[in-house]
């Protein structure tokens, strides 16, 4: 068991690489969708091995059975201090996946009560900062300063609601919540959040594009993040990250999605559901055999 018990584990740490390259090469919506679940498997696959070896270092350290019972051999016993190093870091991982989660309970829990009682999906904050950013509760409110405001035009106001709106529309709170709890089971995923925070807002980014122009979401966004302060952490903002990288992408025409890309990421998480399967049906077995 304990050869492919570790092949999920490095089938993770290949995802974590190989997911923000093949994204760069798909359209924003699919690039978030293949990057959200490469992490959401990283971590199942790391949780899944650090269980197994858990479970076969405990075997080992306190079971009295040969290797070899009923006829049937034991494939490769997991060694005690494996398995107890394994339960450290599942225990350190879990900790911090608490931690995560109460997190961004708390920051949606102080936006909750800053749009209380806000019932039109826009609220226009009388304040000399400028800021634009959507909060994800409930049917979702855009939040928008009078500074601003005040900074574009009509039209450039019409992109940042788009944008917005877009953010509402698609969900990509709950892209950015599941990432963010992957990485914090397993750090190793930092790559894949960074990347899927700015292929979220290329998403929104030509949500916008669509309803204006191009020229118009590219000079709104500039002139936003000219003058933008820093949004609540758990908030969509408009002009807060990526934004060279945003300008440039609506400097072009958007590029068909090449799905040879995801042709990698899919032999990976296939080779690897089938090892921790082995895995899986092995550790089980093991006990079955020390039980008797």
């Known amino acids: 068991m304990i050869i492919s018990v570790y092949l999920p584990l490095l089938a993770g740490c290949l995802l974590a690489w190989l997911g923000p390259r093949a994204a760069r090469r798909l359209s924003p919506p699919a690039a978030t969708r293949l990057l959200a679940g490469c992490a959401v498997f990283s971590a199942a696959a790391t949780a899944g091995t650090l269980i197994l070896l858990c479970v076969g270092g405990l075997i080992n350290a306190f079971s009295t059975a040969p290797h070899s019972a009923g006829g049937l051999p034991v494939r490769d016993p997991v060694p005690w201090?494996?398995?107890?190093?394994?339960?450290?870091?599942?225990?350190?991982?879990?900790?911090?996946?608490?931690?995560?989660?109460?997190?961004?309970?708390?920051?949606?829990?102080?936006?909750?009560?800053?749009?209380?009682?806000?019932?039109?999906?826009l609220m226009v904050l009388d304040d000399p900062r400028p800021y634009a950013y959507a909060v994800p509760v409930g049917h979702g409110t855009i939040v928008v300063s009078t500074a601003m405001m005040a900074t574009l035009s009509p039209a450039e106001r019409r992109a940042l609601l788009a944008h917005e709106q877009a953010h509402l529309d698609h969900g990509h709170h709950g892209y950015g919540v599941a990432v963010a709890a992957a990485v914090a089971f397993n750090p190793l995923l930092g790559g894949i959040r960074r990347e899927l925070k700015l292929q979220i807002e290329r998403w929104a980014d030509e949500s916008a594009a669509q309803q204006v122009t191009r020229p118009v979401t590219a000079r709104s966004l500039a002139r936003a993040?000219?003058?933008?302060?820093?949004?609540?952490?758990?908030?969509?903002?408009?002009?807060?990250?990526?934004i060279r990288e945003r300008?440039?992408?609506?400097?072009?025409?958007?590029?068909?999605?090449?799905?040879?890309?995801?042709?990698?990421?899919?032999?990976?998480?296939?080779?690897?559901?089938?090892?921790?399967?082995?895995?899986?049906?092995?550790?089980?077995?093991?006990?079955?055999?020390?039980?008797?």
């Open 81 to 121: 201090p494996t398995g107890v190093a394994a339960a450290v870091v599942l225990a350190v991982m879990a900790v911090r996946l608490v931690r995560a989660v109460r997190r961004e309970w708390r920051m949606l829990g102080a936006l909750r009560d800053l749009v209380s009682g806000c019932g039109e999906g």
């Open 225 to 242: 993040a000219l003058a933008a302060v820093t949004a609540p952490a758990a908030a969509l903002a408009y002009a807060n990250s990526n």
């Open 247 to 292: 300008l440039a992408a609506l400097a072009d025409t958007p590029a068909p999605s090449r799905w040879d890309a995801v042709v990698p990421a899919a032999v990976i998480s296939l080779a690897a559901t089938a090892t921790l399967l082995d895995a899986s049906r092995a550790c089980f077995r093991i006990l079955e055999l020390v039980s008797q």
